[in-house]
């Protein structure tokens, strides 16, 4: 995968947690399905939460500056 993008890290993560490192065959089993589709919904739910965390930390900090800088008088 070049760079760490979220998709790239995901397929990694989850592909090494759910597929074993040595193919029976050349289809996934059951188990491994749901194990992925489990482990792709779980990783792009913590992503969303975190993005979303981030924003309003982000917002948080935008708000106490203006507060700082107006008690300072400055711009």
């Known amino acids: 995968c070049p760079g760490l ?9 989850c592909h090494r947690k759910c ?3 040595h193919y029976k065959e050349a289809e ?4 491994e399905s749901v ?6 919904a ?8 975190m993005g979303k965390k ?3 930390l982000s917002l948080q ?5 203006k507060r700082m800088q107006q ?3 400055t711009a």
């Open 5 to 13: 993008t979220v998709p790239c890290r995901m397929t990694q993560a």
């Open 19 to 21: 597929v074993p490192p």
């Open 28 to 31: 996934l089993s059951k188990g």
């Open 35 to 40: 194990c992925l589709d489990r482990c792709v």
């Open 42 to 49: 779980k990783y792009l739910e913590v992503h969303e939460r």
């Open 54 to 56: 981030l924003t309003e």
């Open 61 to 65: 900090d935008e708000e106490l500056l």
């Open 71 to 73: 008690g300072t008088g």
